[in-house]
C-alpha cells in the first residue's frame, strides 16, 4: 500500500495511482487528518474517498503508532492516550471508542484498533503491559464497532508483544476470540534489526487464520516483500518507496541508484532499464539528476512515479508466481539477486532510513 498520510500521496495524482501504477488501496494516517483539517471536515464534504477523489479502497491506522512516535509529552492512561498535537500543542486524547468514530467519519475501508507500541528495546514486563492494554483497548474498540458496523467497513486488531515471541503468541490468541475480518501485526520496524521484525511475523502469522488478510505495518525494503509472503503476509505498508524518491534514491532491478552521484551526470540511460513506468520510458538519470540537484518539484513526481511502480510491480510479479505455483523459484532468485546487491553496495541504504 502506498502511504497518502495527509489525504494525498505525496508527489503523485489520483489519477496516476490508478491509470500508471494501478494502486487498488491505499493508507491514510488518521492521526495528521484528526488534527488537520478535522474528521468532522471530512466528514461533511463526503469522506476520505470524496476528498481526495480516491475511488479505491483506502486503510487507516488508528492514529496510535503516530502518537507514539511523534508525541514526546503523551500520557498513556486505560482510557486511552493524551496527546498534545504536534501543530499547535493543543491537548486531544484518543480512546479505543473515538478512534473507531474518526475513522468511521473518514469513510475507511479498513480500520485499525488503538494499540500501544513501544519503542525498540523494550523490557518484557513492560512489553507485556503494552500487549495486555492493547488487548484490552482492541476488545473496547470491537464493542464500538459493533454498534456502528453496516458490513461496509473492516476493523482489523493489531497484534503486539514487542520482540518476544510468547507474547507475540498470546496477544494473537486472544485477538483471536474478535473474530475479526483481517488481522494486523504491528510494533515492528521501531528500530529493530530487520532479521528481528521477519522472526515476529514467522511467530505469528502462523497462528492467524488463513481465509482472512494479514497485515504487517510499516514494512519493508524491496527485498523484504518475497520474506514477508514467504511467512504468510497478505498486505504491508511503507512510506519508503515515496519519501526515498523525494530524497533521491531511487529503487532498481539493478540495486539502488543514489540520483545526486556524480556518476549519473551524463548518464543517458533511464534510472531502471527493465521498469516500464513513465519516468524510465522518457527521461535520462542525468536529468532526473539536474532536476534533483536544481531542487525542481518535478523530480520528486518523476521519482515517486518510478519507486512506487518498482514496490507494486515487486508484488505483482509475486501475486503471478502464488498463482502460477512458482513461488518456491520465486524466493530463492529474489534471494539471490538480493544478496549480490548486497555485494555491490553495502550500506549505502542505511543513510536513507
Ligand atoms: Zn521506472
Redesign the pocket.
Known amino acids: 500500500m502506498p502511504v497518502g498520510t495527509q489525504a494525498t500521496v505525496k508527489g503523485i495524482l489520483p489519477r496516476d495511482l490508478i491509470n500508471d501504477l494501478d494502486a487498488k488501496i491505499i493508507l491514510g494516517n488518521t492521526y495528521h487528518l484528526f488534527l488537520r483539517p478535522g474528521h468532522e471536515t471530512i466528514r461533511k464534504l463526503g469522506g476520505l474517498h470524496r476528498f481526495m477523489n480516491w475511488p479505491r479502497a483506502i486503510l487507516t491506522d488508528s492514529g496510535g503508532f503516530q502518537v507514539f512516535s511523534l508525541n514526546s509529552l503523551r500520557k498513556v492512561t486505560e482510557a486511552g492516550v493524551l496527546f498534545q498535537s504536534h501543530l499547535n500543542g493543543d491537548a486531544h486524547m484518543f480512546t479505543p471508542e473515538s478512534t473507531v468514530e474518526v475513522q468511521l467519519a473518514l469513510g475507511s475501508d479498513i480500520m485499525m484498533v488503538l494499540d500501544e507500541c513501544l519503542e525498540y528495546p523494550a523490557k518484557h514486563d513492560a512489553a507485556r503491559a503494552a500487549m495486555d492494554r492493547t488487548i484490552r483497548w482492541a476488545r473496547a474498540a470491537f464493542e464500538h464497532f459493533h454498534k456502528h458496523d453496516d458490513g461496509l467497513h473492516a476493523l482489523f486488531p493489531i497484534v503486539q508483544g514487542s520482540m518476544y515471541a510468547d507474547l507475540r503468541k498470546a496477544c494473537t490468541e486472544q485477538l483471536m476470540e474478535l473474530d475479526a475480518r483481517g488481522y494486523a501485526i504491528g510494533g515492528l520496524s521501531v528500530g529493530e534489526p530487520r532479521g528481528l521484525s521477519l522472526e515476529m511475523a514467522e511467530v505469528t502469522v502462523p497462528l492467524l487464520p488463513k481465509d482472512r488478510p494479514r497485515y504487517v505495518m510499516g514494512v519493508g525494503m524491496p527485498e523484504e516483500l518475497p520474506e514477508y509472503v514467504a511467512r504468510g503476509v497478505d498486505m504491508m505498508d511503507c512510506v519508503l518507496p515515496s519519501r526515498n524518491a523525494r530524497n533521491g534514491y531511487l529503487f532498481t532491478s539493478q540495486g539502488r541508484v543514489i540520483i545526486k552521484q556524480a556518476q549519473y551526470k551524463d548518464d543517458a540511460r533511464?534510472?531502471?532499464e527493465a521498469?516500464p513506468?513513465y519516468?524510465?520510458k522518457n527521461f535520462s538519470r542525468a536529468y532526473l539528476r539536474h532536476l534533483y540537484l536544481a531542487g525542481e518539484i518535478t523530480f520528486s513526481v518523476l521519482a515517486t512515479l518510478?519507486n512506487l511502480?518498482?514496490y507494486l510491480d515487486i508484488m505483482r510479479g509475486i501475486r503471478q508466481a502464488i498463482l502460477l505455483g512458482n513461488y518456491p523459484d520465486y524466493l530463492r532468485r529474489a534471494r539471490q539477486r538480493a544478496a549480490e546487491a548486497e555485494k555491490e553496495a553495502p550500506k549505502a541504504a542505511s543513510q536513507f532510513e
Open positions: 533511464p534510472v531502471d521498469c513506468c519516468s524510465c518510478h511502480h518498482h
